[in-house]
């Protein structure tokens, strides 16, 4: 296992890469409801919810979720214009 917050989340892209369709399915709806989540709260209450992340980093975020988009091969549209909202 690679080290570290992007580590983790490299590894977890790997995984779900090769995963089959059920747990991708399930893992791109998570992805999808997580940023749609954060573009609500960070509508509300701005830059500051990042605080509540282990990184503390709204870059991070958008980060592993362009990515996730791209491994998922889910909905890619969808998840990327949720994550705009955040940039």
């Not at 779900?16 to 997580?34: P, Y």
């Not at 701005?46 to 992340?53: A, K, L, S, T, V």
């Amino acid at each position: 296992p690679r080290q570290g917050w992007r580590g983790h989340k490299l590894d977890y892209l790997d995984a779900i890469r090769t995963a089959d369709e059920a747990v991708r399915r399930i893992s791109c709806a998570a992805s999808l409801h997580n940023v749609r989540s954060m573009t609500r709260e960070h509508r509300r209450r701005g830059d500051g919810i990042w605080q509540r992340f282990k990184t503390k980093s709204g870059t991070d975020q958008l980060w592993f979720y362009d990515l996730a988009a791209r491994a998922l091969r889910c909905a890619p549209a969808r998840l990327a214009s949720a994550g705009e909202e955040l940039r």
